[in-house]
């Protein structure tokens, strides 16, 4: 089957770095995507990545490794606003059918 | 301003009254979905839709119908909603790379 899993919970202090880990399993693989929650929100899109490597927006980057089914998310300079939850996607048998992970919740305190 | 909006946003019901929740998006966008999200389960697709009269199951269908009959519109429809189907459900559609768009949420109690 296909499935993806990342931690439930990290917490993390104002200031520092934090990395959330997903690992997938899929038939076919089309990229992995990263999305944002806040409590009470809507999902929001965060990052992208299709190929091999690292991909930097601003504080968060994105690192997927093919070989090793594994990406992460990177959270650098982390401010009490990133306290929210964060899921991996996959899209499974086409860019249409995504799967998410059950999601990691991040906690940052001063 | 580029948006997924839903209506209603909260919706309390009794078990077998049918009730739609109506999704619009208005960047032109091909492929709309419909999502729960429950407690520890993340967000579970539950259809989806390629284009215009093009609908499929997602992986918890059970319950709901769909229907694509303008590219703007995905209304999700529970025919005889029941106490397991109260959730959280969203309304998405997609634009280039897989990147989802998703709707403010409808928040949904079927007493």
């Given at each position: 089957?296909?499935s993806?899993e990342?931690?439930?919970?990290v917490?993390?202090v104002?200031g520092?770095?934090?990395?959330?880990?997903?690992?997938y399993?899929?038939s076919?693989?089309?990229?992995l995507?990263?999305?944002?929650?806040?409590?009470g929100?809507a999902?929001?899109?965060?990052s992208?990545?299709?190929?091999?490597?690292?991909?930097?927006?601003?504080?968060?980057s994105?690192f997927?490794s093919?070989?090793?089914?594994?990406?992460?998310?990177?959270?650098?300079?982390?401010?009490?606003?990133?306290?929210?939850?964060?899921f991996?996607?996959?899209p499974?048998?086409?860019?249409?059918?995504?799967?998410?992970?059950a999601?990691?919740?991040?906690?940052?305190?001063p | 301003?580029?948006q997924?909006?839903?209506?209603?946003?909260?919706?309390?019901t009794?078990?077998?009254?049918?009730?739609?929740v109506?999704?619009?998006?208005?960047?032109?966008h091909?492929?709309?979905s419909w999502?729960r999200q429950?407690p520890?389960?993340?967000?579970?697709?539950?259809?989806?839709?390629m284009?215009?009269?093009?609908?499929d199951?997602?992986?918890v269908?059970?319950?709901y119908?769909?229907?694509?009959?303008e590219?703007r519109?995905?209304?999700?429809?529970l025919e005889?909603?029941?106490?397991?189907?109260?959730?959280?459900y969203?309304?998405?559609s997609?634009?280039?790379?897989?990147t989802?768009?998703?709707g403010?949420?409808t928040r949904?109690?079927v007493?």
């Amino acid at each position: 089957g296909q499935s993806l899993e990342q931690p439930s919970e990290v917490t993390a202090v104002e200031g520092a770095i934090v990395q959330i880990n997903c690992t997938y399993q899929t038939s076919g693989f089309y990229g992995l995507s990263w999305y944002q929650q806040h409590d009470g929100g809507a999902p929001t899109f965060l990052s992208y990545n299709a190929l091999d490597g690292l991909e930097e927006t601003g504080r968060f980057s994105s690192f997927l490794s093919r070989s090793d089914s594994y990406g992460y998310l990177l959270l650098q300079e982390l401010q009490m606003k990133d306290s929210a939850s964060y899921f991996c996607a996959v899209p499974r048998g086409g860019y249409n059918k995504l799967i998410f992970g059950a999601g990691t919740r991040l906690a940052v305190h001063p | 301003e580029a948006q997924v909006t839903q209506n209603p946003r909260y919706l309390i019901t009794v078990t077998g009254k049918k009730l739609t929740v109506t999704c619009s998006q208005n960047m032109n966008h091909e492929y709309m979905s419909w999502y729960r999200q429950d407690p520890g389960l993340g967000l579970r697709q539950i259809y989806y839709s390629m284009n215009v009269e093009v609908t499929d199951k997602g992986d918890v269908p059970e319950g709901y119908k769909v229907s694509r009959k303008e590219k703007r519109n995905f209304p999700l429809i529970l025919e005889s909603p029941s106490p397991n189907q109260t959730s959280l459900y969203f309304c998405a559609s997609m634009g280039r790379g897989g990147t989802q768009y998703f709707g403010p949420g409808t928040r949904l109690l079927v007493l």
